[in-house]
């Protein structure tokens, strides 16, 4: 058994070298110092070696050696948690460089409702007008710092303030009341906001937590109506925009939708607008950030400028007209 097992840590404060992770997941992994030598391809004194450096340099023992047997300390067991999910990330990264060298490329991060609902839909065209422009959407609810982080820009939704701050507005945004169409046919006439009672209506199931995302409840639309103690026929919560849309577009209730993501849905048919004169105005709406490496990119540019030309479609059906986005 290795001294350090026996004695007591010697605790060390300078960061330990990365040169010996690879060796310390193989073993953990094989729990055989044979078998990871064959496979990293070193003998297996050497894979010994680089297993004991690293216990010096944490200052205590990863590993148990026993005669025919390797077994992880519970300090072994706590890193492995830790450095074999980083390491993948490392390496994926790597092969992304690898893959990515030379060819150009537009990094964008959003939010995953924007993505699958507005965005992804309409890239078809960009890919098609720029086949050697490789595209990477990072879908993520947390806002990412264009400054230090590899991306080119960003789109968010967002009222004005300094989260958008230097940001373009794309388009803002309308609320309105969507169904199926077939499940409007089996049910009785909508003709005013009270026949709502008779559905099950579908909301966003943390719309209390936040400033904005009270403004995109029912609870606003029935004070707006002059009803704020309809109760409809039963809630159906879910965490996400399109989530929301997907039960309305399956016909299990009404959504109060954000008619910027339902556009093409109601455009098709797949989705009906109930009670047109209803529709309500939100104080947030959807910016464009550049980040400040991307501004000269030929390919961040074109995308950036594609990405206007959409956005301009929306304003046109929200009734905000065509003109260029503006600067938050």
């Known amino acids: 058994m290795s001294t350090l097992a026996s004695a007591s840590p010697v605790l060390r404060t300078r960061p330990v070298g990365v040169g010996h992770w690879r060796a310390f997941l193989c073993v953990a992994r094989h729990l055989n110092f044979r078998a990871a030598a064959e496979e990293l391809a070193l003998t297996q004194s050497a894979v010994s070696r680089q297993i004991q450096a690293l216990e010096d ?42 893959q990515t060298a030379g060819r150009k490329s537009v990094a964008i991060t959003t939010w995953s409702s924007f993505a699958s609902m507005w965005l992804i839909p309409r890239m078809e065209a960009f890919q098609q007008a720029h086949p050697d422009i490789d595209i990477r959407i990072d879908a993520s609810d947390s806002h990412t710092d264009l400054d230090t982080a590899d991306l080119d820009l960003a789109l968010r939704y967002s009222a004005p303030g300094p989260r958008v701050h230097g940001g373009q507005r794309l388009f803002g945004e309308q609320l309105a009341v969507v169904a199926s169409p077939w499940l409007l046919k089996s049910a009785a006439p909508v003709r005013q906001s009270s026949d709502l009672e ?21 609870r606003r639309w029935f004070d707006a109506q002059g009803c704020p103690l309809l109760q409809p026929q039963r809630w159906l919560y879910f965490n996400y925009a399109h989530q929301i849309v997907q039960a309305a577009l399956a016909g299990q209730g009404l959504a109060l939708a954000r008619l910027p993501l339902v556009a093409d849905a109601l455009a098709s048919g797949d989705l009906v607008e109930v009670l047109p004169g209803t529709r309500l105005d939100s104080p947030l709406a959807y910016w464009l950030l550049l980040g400040p490496r991307s501004r000269q990119r030929p390919e961040a540019q074109a995308f950036t400028a594609w990405l206007r030309q959409e956005a301009g479609a929306t304003r046109r059906f929200l009734g905000e007209g065509s003109e260029d986005a503006d600067q938050a």
């Open 57 to 98: 340099e944490v200052g205590i023992a990863l590993f148990l050696r026993h005669t025919r047997a390797v077994e992880l300390t519970s300090a072994g067991a706590q890193l492995l948690r830790t450095v074999g999910p980083a390491v993948e990330r490392m390496d994926a990264a790597v092969r992304q460089v690898r």
């Open 198 to 218: 008779q559905f099950t209506l579908i909301e966003a199931g943390d719309a209390h937590r936040s400033t904005h995302l009270q403004w995109l409840s029912w």
